[in-house]
């Protein structure tokens, strides 16, 4: 079956980095699209960002310059590398796969089990 696990979540201070990665297992990886969501306490699940299976990358306005998405078909794996972390970037990151890129998060089939991000000095 289809499965997708996070890792790579933590404490980082303001201005900090962190790297997510997603795992992905049961299904043609490179054939995937792969998107980034997030939430944030008290607040709707949000697009991030998305890599294409051909390797386009796609980013909300917010992120934009800070955040970069990319694919590793042979480790079947896609990263989030965050930098310049800022408090409001503070949520639970999701990944989550569909054939295409799309930042609705209702059009994707499968998801991953979140990851605490959390940015305070």
């Known amino acids: 079956q289809v499965q997708l696990v996070e890792s790579g979540g933590g404490s980082v201070q303001p201005g900090g980095s962190l790297r997510l990665a997603c795992a992905g297992s049961g299904f043609t990886f490179e054939k995937r699209a792969i998107g980034w969501f997030r939430q944030a306490p008290g607040k709707e699940l949000e697009d991030v960002a998305c890599v294409s299976p051909d390797g386009h990358e796609y980013y909300v306005e917010s992120v934009r310059d800070r955040f970069t998405t990319f694919r590793d078909n042979v480790r079947f794996t896609a990263y989030l590398q965050m930098n310049w972390l800022k408090d409001e970037d503070t949520a639970v990151y999701y990944c989550?796969?569909?054939?295409?890129?799309?930042?609705?998060?209702?059009?994707?089939?499968?998801w991953g089990q979140g990851t605490q991000v959390t940015v305070s000095s």
């Open positions: 989550a796969t569909r054939a295409e890129c799309s930042p609705v998060a209702s059009e994707f089939d499968n």
